[in-house]
């Protein structure tokens, strides 16, 4: 079963076409090897991830080697510190003695002299790490200096280029990740017959309920020669909680200038009874109730229809099997429950 909000009134339909959430290129984003190393995944295609989640790590020797050569400038700076600190020691106590000694005097500055030198090469080799590492994380895993390659955004997996440990050059793609809010549902109209409109509305039609989307849209300047037919976007102001790459949409183009009381509704929400179009409203959750309409000429699978309100919750899936659970005159509402395969009726839950 299906619901979806009743439309605003007073709107034309124009035309209605299909079509699929879909992630724009330009959008992806691709985590590239900054240096040559093994790799460890621990993401998977399809997974979702939350900006911080680590993607991958990796044991580079180039890294290492950078690595090994900074806590070696250091440990030298450290020595050259001691030994600055221990003449100096001295030269105090034959100062406090009222001497002189030019000869440590001038092995203080020669030593203050490679100190500065040796914190010019540690900076130096910082900067080369930093730069190799491109702002990836290092940490000692099991004794040696790992990059750590977090996810910057939140996301989807949508490719893992590379094998579970294996050996990766500079540059190699790791991981491609779409990010799901940026996604855009993309259709098709034929080149020669597009509709005039001022208003599109989108629906997305996976899940229980047919969210509805408000947003902006654009066309294909140039017309597919060979197929004739014309892209069509819609990037929506914000998208359902569940919505997926892949999932299909409904887009509807309306002019302002519809008749006052007139909304346009799916075709699969009217059902026949005897001589009559009626719908069903959910009026709470689980509860249902059958309302009597006036429905006009059906047009590319909607239909424009008088008796009901915009924002009330319509069943567009399983209307035809609710008729055979309300009472004739629609007067009661009776408890939702769920059909099994064999088409019987069952009460609450499905388990």
Not at 28 to 44: A, D, F, N, Q, W
Not at 141 to 166: E, F, K, W, Y
Not at 337 to 347: C, L, P, S, T
């Amino acid at each position: 079963m299906k619901i979806e909000v009743v439309p605003a009134a007073g709107l034309a339909l124009q035309h209605s076409l299909y079509g699929y959430l879909e992630v724009p290129e330009h959008v992806l984003e691709t985590y590239s090897l900054p240096c040559g190393g093994r790799i460890s995944m621990h993401v998977k295609s399809a997974q979702s991830v939350k900006k911080g989640d680590v993607l991958y790590t990796v044991v580079s020797p180039e890294v290492s080697a950078l690595v090994a050569d900074i806590k070696k400038q250091e440990a030298a700076i450290s020595r050259v510190g001691e030994e600055i600190a221990s003449v100096s020691q001295r030269l105090a106590r034959l100062n406090a003695a009222g001497t002189t000694n030019s000869d440590l005097e001038e092995q203080v500055n020669f030593k203050n002299a490679e100190k500065r030198q040796l914190e010019r090469e540690v900076e130096v080799s910082r900067i080369k790490l930093n730069i190799l590492v491109m702002g990836a994380e290092i940490k000692p895993v099991d004794g040696l200096p790992t990059l750590v390659v977090r996810a910057s955004n939140d996301g989807i997996v949508r490719n893992v280029g590379i094998t579970q440990g294996s050996w990766g050059e500079q540059g190699a793609p790791v991981v491609t990740m779409s990010n799901p809010a940026a996604m855009e549902i993309v259709g098709t109209l034929y080149g020669n017959d597009v509709p005039d409109f001022s208003t599109v509305r989108a629906t997305h039609l996976s899940g229980r309920h047919n969210a509805v989307m408000e947003g902006t849209w654009r066309m294909a300047e140039q017309v597919d020669h060979e197929k004739q037919t014309r892209t069509f976007y819609f990037t929506p102001d914000a998208l359902p909680a569940d919505a997926r790459p892949g999932q299909l949409c409904r887009l509807d183009m309306y002019i302002d200038g519809g008749e006052q009381g007139i909304v346009n509704i799916p075709d699969s929400a009217l059902v026949k009874v005897g001589v009559d179009d009626v719908v069903f409203l959910e009026v709470k959750e689980g509860t249902f109730a059958k309302v009597k309409v006036q429905a006009g000429t059906s047009r590319r699978g909607m239909t424009p229809v008088k008796g009901l309100i915009p924002g009330q919750r319509l069943v567009v899936k399983g209307g035809y099997e609710l008729r055979y659970l309300l009472p004739a005159d629609g007067s009661q509402q009776k408890k939702a429950g769920h059909f099994h395969a064999d088409g019987k009726f069952h009460e609450g839950e499905d388990h």
